[in-house]
């Protein structure tokens, strides 16, 4: 007698494409597709089943980055293309996220910089790319403009569109056909209804990553991890505006009290651990994209998703 | 199919005895009806009601005990499979592995280390939850002193004993067959044996298959032979194992589809080669005795904040009451700061301030739990609310200034604040972090 589990899901995560190859009119060497889940995370039947992807979070202009990974990388993140280039080789992430963190200083306004930021990275890296832009309504619509213009083709995924600020993002990837990172504050009403908005702007459900906001392990996770688990479920049971894949940055882990106030011996230890905790639990809860900021972490993660896949359908398709 | 609280009602004695541990009939009638209560606990039902309730009152996972003294732990008696559904109760023990082929010292040094380290997170002491041992010598002998050298610790923490043999787990039953180990495991071939250690001390038994189905039926033959307390270890060979196996088992408990397999579940995080991965897993999907080597400080601190992330209610969040509360001795000119009553954001504030060796007040507002931006976003931290609880809390006759400190996040309230209280208000810091700074250069002036 063997038991079957049932759970009564009825639909399919939609498929989003992230990053394009040269067949497909880009200069990545690989691009993913994510998403099409039919059930819990990690236990697809079908071969060949994409474990989560693992993205390094990467910065332009560090005085808004956590030291501990300044101090651990060193002199490369002085420069944005070695950074790039060692996400990609050195500390082996799927996919890389660049955050433009200059654009938060006060009064930024030298928007082309930001387009040469954005060329040295795919120029150091070929991984498939997510651009982080401003957060300041007055400049955010030609930073996505730059943005997804200086890098049309790559099929970019730009975060972060917000319910108060989703326009310039999507006009940007509308133009030059890249996906969207939609956010809400950690409320699966909220997702659903920006995810509502992007459609009725013409973002299509193809072009839409979901982040349901990650609070840090200890600061709010667990309200992340059930809405995470809550998005999934509705989109397996037939919701659409639901059925996309998840993006989980915990950006806050490494500026936690038990992080920060580490002894220094153990300190990349404790940064590194509260990452790929949070990692593991997020990816069971339904997250296609795990981002991280300490090197480190990576290939923990890696090792991890590839062993939780079910036995036999750990094929990566890539 | 579950009955209603009435219906139970009819079939209960109705003396109002106490007995059960509950005040009435009917309110016992209630617990069972939620699954919350066992109906062994009342002794004076008849055989007939008992067939006819026990099936169906039952809580879909057995509750189980492991350990005495004040440092026991309870597993079991989970009713949902996932946490927003309702919440999750028993967190799970993580319990540190030694082998019998360790130096005593270094058995010792473990055993120390689980009875005294604590973590104090939002006002509560996490810590590992018990020792297990295990037999990798072969030896009853050698194992049985290892036992020995924990129990000398005088930790008084719940054992679990690993061992194939049951002539390994007789032996280390004398040196701890009182304090309720849980005993690893029976097997097809050792099962009657190992049944009835578990029935002569009177300890939790887990039971070893790598199927759901040879699971079940390993249940039954440990229940034929009278041992009720079991613990199931679906023995995964990877993380992936562990997932299907423990979501299975789970899914067919909760659905009462297969009863069999109500009981908590077991993993050995050390066999998946990926201990601290196993770990994190296990947390979230349903193990509810984890055995694992010592953690590393990284992996200690995020192993028992998950824990206690994942197992808290998502209806209530850890709540203080609101209050003026004290740090230090503060006098008539000590500052007053306000803040939310989240147990986080309180906590975090309070660690800060006491770090600055100023006396000084919090006054904490009824936010209902939520942090301060939370509560600013929602609406529920406002100017009434800040000026009733000055007045609730009789803070005027405390100091004699009227200057109120309110964290940078509540910025947008400064004014109303003002208005609405007659009180100065100064912003503080965003981070609670810079709080000392603020109040040696803004509060001295
Ligand atoms: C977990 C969480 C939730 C949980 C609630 C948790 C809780 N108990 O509060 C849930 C899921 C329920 C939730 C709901 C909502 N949330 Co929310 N949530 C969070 C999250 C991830 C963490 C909050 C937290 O626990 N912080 C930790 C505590 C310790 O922080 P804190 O209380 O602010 O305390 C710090 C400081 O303020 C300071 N401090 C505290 N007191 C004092 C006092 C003084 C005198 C001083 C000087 C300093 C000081 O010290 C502390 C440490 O530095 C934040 C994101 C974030 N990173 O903050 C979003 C966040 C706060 N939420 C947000 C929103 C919008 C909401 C909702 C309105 C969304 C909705 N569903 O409608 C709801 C509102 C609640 C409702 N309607 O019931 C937004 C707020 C946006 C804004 N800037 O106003 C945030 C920032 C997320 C985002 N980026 O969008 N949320
Ligand atoms: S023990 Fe039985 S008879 Fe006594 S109050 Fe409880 S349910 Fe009623």
């Given amino acids: 007698m063997a038991f079957d589990m049932n759970f009564g899901w009825t639909s399919t995560i939609g498929e989003v494409v992230l990053g394009a190859?040269?067949?497909?009119?880009?200069?990545?060497?690989?691009?993913?597709?994510?998403?099409?889940?039919?059930?819990?995370?990690?236990?697809?039947?079908?071969?060949?089943?994409?474990?989560?992807?693992?993205?390094?979070?990467?910065?332009?202009?560090l005085p808004f980055w956590p030291p501990i990974v300044t101090n651990y990388c060193g002199d490369l993140v002085n420069n944005v293309g070695e950074w790039a280039k060692a996400a990609d080789g050195t500390y082996g992430a799927d996919l890389i996220r660049l955050y433009l963190t200059s654009t938060r200083q006060r009064n930024f306004s030298d928007i082309a910089s930001l387009g040469k930021v954005v060329e040295d990275v795919l120029a150091a890296s070929s991984l498939p790319l997510i651009i982080e832009g401003s957060n300041?309504?007055?400049?955010?619509?030609?930073?996505?403009?730059?943005?997804?213009?200086?890098?049309?083709?790559?099929?970019?995924?730009?975060?972060?569109?917000?319910?108060?600020?989703?326009?310039?993002?999507?006009?940007?990837?509308?133009?030059?056909?890249?996906?969207?990172?939609?956010?809400?504050?950690?409320?699966i009403n909220l997702a659903k209804q920006l995810n509502i908005l992007l459609k009725e702007i013409g973002v299509q459900r193809d072009h839409i990553v979901i982040d349901p906001y990650t609070g840090a392990l200890g600061y709010g996770f667990e309200y992340s991890y059930s809405a995470m688990e809550r998005i999934r479920f509705s989109a397996l049971k037939g919701d659409t505006d639901l059925a996309m894949p998840m993006v989980c940055s915990a950006i806050d882990s490494l500026t936690i009290k038990e992080v920060r106030e580490a002894e220094p011996a153990v300190q990349d230890e404790m940064a590194i651990q509260w990452e790929f905790y949070t990692g593991i639990a997020a990816a069971t809860a339904g997250a296609e994209i795990i981002c991280v900021r300490h090197p480190g972490t990576i290939p923990l993660l890696r090792k991890a998703f590839t062993d939780m896949k079910k036995p036999g359908t750990a094929a990566e398709v890539r | 199919?579950?009955?209603?609280?009435?219906?139970?009602?009819?079939?209960?004695?109705?003396?109002?005895?106490?007995?059960?541990?509950?005040?009435?009939?009917?309110?016992?009638?209630?617990?069972?009806?939620?699954?919350?209560?066992?109906?062994?606990?009342?002794?004076?039902?008849?055989?007939?009601?008992?067939?006819?309730?026990?099936?169906?009152?039952?809580?879909?996972?057995?509750?189980?005990r492991v350990g005495m003294g004040e440092r026991f732990f309870k597993v079991g008696e989970e009713t949902v499979l996932y946490r927003h559904e309702k919440t999750f109760y028993h967190p799970p023990g993580i319990v540190f592995r030694v082998s019998d082929t360790q130096a005593?010292?270094?058995?010792?040094?473990?055993?120390?280390?689980?009875?005294?380290?604590?973590?104090?997170?939002?006002?509560?002491?996490?810590?590992?939850?018990?020792?297990?041992?295990?037999?990798?010598?072969?030896?009853?002998?050698?194992?049985?002193?290892?036992?020995?050298?924990?129990?000398?610790?005088?930790?008084?923490?719940?054992?679990?004993?690993?061992?194939?043999?049951?002539?390994?787990?007789?032996?280390a039953l004398v040196h701890c067959g009182s304090y309720r180990p849980l005993l690893h495991a029976a097997t097809g071939e050792n099962f009657k044996e190992m049944c009835a250690l578990a029935k002569k001390y009177g300890c939790p038994l887990v039971i070893r298959a790598a199927t759901p189905d040879g699971l079940a039926r390993m249940v039954k033959d440990c229940t034929a032979e009278g041992v009720q307390d079991l613990v199931l270890d679906p023995a995964p060979e990877n993380l992936g194992a562990f997932l299907t196996r423990s979501t299975q088992i789970r899914q067919l408990a909760i659905t009462r589809l297969v009863p069999e397999l109500g009981y908590p579940v077991y993993l050995d995080a050390t066999a998946t080669g990926q201990q601290d991965a196993a770990v994190a897993l296990g947390i979230v999907k349903y193990a509810s005795v984890i055995v694992t080597d010592p953690l590393s400080p990284g992996a200690t601190k995020a192993s028992l904040t998950l824990r206690q992330n994942i197992y808290t209610d998502p209806q209530k969040p850890i709540q203080m009451n609101p209050g003026l509360y004290r740090v230090g001795t503060p006098d008539k000119d000590a500052p007053v700061l306000m803040t939310v009553n989240f147990s986080l954001t309180f906590f975090t504030l309070q660690g800060y301030l006491e770090s600055t060796r100023i006396p000084c007040f919090?006054?904490?507002?009824?936010?209902?739990?939520?942090?301060?931006?939370?509560?600013?976003?929602?609406?529920?931290?406002?100017?009434?609310?800040?000026?009733?609880?000055?007045?609730?809390?009789?803070?005027?006759?405390?100091?004699?200034?009227?200057?109120?400190?309110?964290?940078?996040?509540?910025?947008?309230?400064?004014?109303?604040?003002?208005?609405?209280?007659?009180?100065?208000?100064?912003?503080?810091?965003?981070?609670?972090?810079?709080?000392?700074?603020?109040?040696?250069?803004?509060?001295?002036?």
């Fill in chain 1, 136 to 187: 300041e309504p007055k400049i955010d619509s030609e930073v996505f403009q730059k943005c997804g213009e200086v890098a049309q083709g790559e099929r970019l995924l730009l975060g972060t569109a917000e319910a108060g600020k989703y326009r310039s993002i999507a006009a940007a990837a509308l133009a030059y056909n890249h996906s969207i990172i939609a956010q809400s504050p950690i409320d």
């Fill in chain 2, 104 to 171: 005593p010292a270094e058995i010792a040094a473990v055993t120390r280390r689980v009875r005294d380290e604590t973590f104090t997170r939002v006002g509560t002491d996490l810590r590992f939850s018990g020792i297990a041992i295990e037999n990798t010598s072969g030896s009853a002998k050698t194992f049985a002193k290892a036992v020995a050298t924990v129990e000398q610790e005088q930790a008084h923490l719940p054992p679990v004993l690993i061992a194939k043999d049951p002539a390994a787990h007789a032996a």
């Fill in chain 1, 21 to 61: 190859t040269n067949a497909d009119g880009g200069t990545r060497r690989r691009s993913y597709r994510i998403g099409g889940g039919t059930t819990l995370p990690f236990m697809e039947d079908r071969a060949g089943s994409p474990s989560p992807l693992i993205a390094l979070e990467i910065c332009d202009y």
């Fill in chain 2, 362 to 445: 919090m006054l904490i507002v009824d936010t209902e739990g939520l942090s301060v931006l939370t509560a600013v976003a929602a609406g529920k931290l406002s100017e009434m609310l800040v000026r009733d609880s000055i007045k609730k809390f009789g803070v005027e006759d405390e100091v004699t200034h009227r200057k109120l400190i309110i964290p940078g996040y509540a910025s947008p309230l400064s004014g109303r604040i003002e208005d609405a209280t007659g009180w100065k208000v100064l912003v503080g810091p965003r981070d609670a972090a810079e709080i000392g700074e603020f109040l040696h250069e803004e509060w001295k002036k």
């Fill in chain 2, 1 to 64: 199919m579950a009955l209603k609280a009435l219906d139970i009602y009819k079939l209960l004695p109705k003396k109002n005895c106490k007995e059960c541990g509950d005040p009435t009939c009917l309110t016992f009638a209630m617990k069972l009806a939620g699954g919350k209560a066992d109906v062994e606990l009342c002794p004076y039902l008849s055989d007939e009601a008992k067939s006819v309730l026990g099936a169906s009152t039952r809580p879909p996972i057995r509750l189980i």
